[in-house]
């Protein structure tokens, strides 16, 4: 089966920085993605790595190993507005179907002042 | 951009009933399209993927039969939820996957569909 683990919650301080780890155990791994959800909300995309290594976009970085199938997404100098879930998402081909997208559990982060 | 629009955004229903929700692609062709559910404070469960003009696969212990999903076109997919109960009260939200690679490396999501069942 495929399997995806966060962390449940975080908390952190504004202008802090924050890791959230993902774990994940999946047949027919094609990429990671992370993506930060309000609640009732759609999901919007924040990074893709697909390659071993880092990913830098603005205050969002995203890292990846997969001999480890491990996954980070770092958020430098914390904004309150960052408060929101953020999903790992594994890309995945299996059961007949090609890249489907496969979300972990989900980290809610509360930034607090 | 790649937009998906869905509708409705939130539906009440009685208990027994039907519910559909639609999914378009306004400015692309969407070949596949995912339909998830999510129950509060969990993350997005997938239910199935649909090709266009083909059945749909579903993901293990969702029921096909109770979770009814149309893809006719490039553009539309639909989910019926049909003689829904409160359990199946939930966040049901599509997305699409685009031909190209461009838009979100390929993944647009609906805004969702807050179904409640009474």
């Known amino acids: 089966g495929q399997n995806i683990d966060q962390p449940t919650e975080m908390t952190a301080t504004e202008g802090a920085i924050v890791q959230i780890n993902c774990t994940y155990q999946?047949?027919?791994?094609?990429?990671l993605f992370w993506y930060q959800q309000h609640a009732g909300e759609a999901p919007t995309f924040l990074s893709y790595?697909?390659?071993?290594g880092l990913e830098e976009k603005g205050r969002f970085s995203s890292f990846l190993s997969r001999s480890k199938g491990y996954s980070y997404l770092l958020l430098k100098e914390l904004q309150m507005k960052d408060s929101a879930s953020y999903l790992c998402?594994?890309?995945?081909?299996?059961?007949?179907?090609?890249?489907?997208?496969?979300f972990g559990t989900g980290t809610l982060l509360a930034v607090q002042p | 951009g790649a937009v998906v629009s869905q509708h409705p955004s939130w539906v009440i229903c009685k208990s027994g009933t039907s519910v559909k929700i639609e999914c378009r692609s306004l400015?692309?062709?969407?070949?596949?399209m995912f339909w998830y559910r999510q129950f509060p404070k969990q993350s997005l469960m997938l239910m199935a993927t649909?090709?266009?003009?083909?059945?749909?696969?579903?993901e293990q212990g969702v029921e096909k039969d109770k979770f009814l999903i149309n893809h006719a076109s490039l553009t539309l997919s639909t989910l019926t939820v049909t003689s829904a109960h409160p359990e199946d009260s939930s966040f049901y939200i599509c997305?699409?996957?685009?031909?190209?690679?461009?838009?979100?490396?390929?993944?647009?999501f609906g805004s969702g569909t807050r179904l409640t069942v009474v």
């Open positions: 999946t047949s027919g791994f094609n990429g």
């Open positions: 649909s090709n266009e003009g083909s059945k749909a696969t579903y």
């Open positions: 790595n697909v390659l071993d």
């Open positions: 998402a594994v890309r995945a081909n299996y059961g007949g179907a090609t890249n489907k997208l496969i």
């Open positions: 400015d692309f062709q969407a070949t596949t």
């Open positions: 997305s699409a996957r685009d031909r190209g690679t461009k838009n979100n490396y390929g993944y647009t």
